[in-house]
């Protein structure tokens, strides 16, 4: 949607998120998108502002809430599990917290 007073779009939005689908599924360089989609420069303009605007988490989460939904569970959940042996391992680096050492 075009900021008041701007100019107005001159693509349409359904072709530039048309672009960035077909993007993530090839994976593609964006000035590799074909030719009868819009303006790799339009498109990845777009895509980082709304990436910036958190539009795509925005879009995840209402995704995930109503996949749950429909799988009839409850929208968020209800517990997290946090594997503290990964964050210890993190923390030390893999190779460090993962190898024996030879005495």
Known sequence: M???GGRARSVE???VLNAIFYRER???AWDRLP???PAAKTV???FNKWSE???WERIKGILVRRGRQAE???P???ATIIDSQSVKTTEKGANVATMRLRK
């Open 2 to 4: 075009p900021k008041p």
């Open 13 to 15: 939005v359904r072709e």
């Open 26 to 28: 090839t994976g593609c």
């Open 35 to 37: 030719h009868d989609l």
């Open 44 to 46: 990845y303009a777009d």
């Open 53 to 55: 605007d958190g539009l």
């Open 72 to 74: 009839g569970r409850a």
């Open 76 to 78: 968020q959940p209800g």
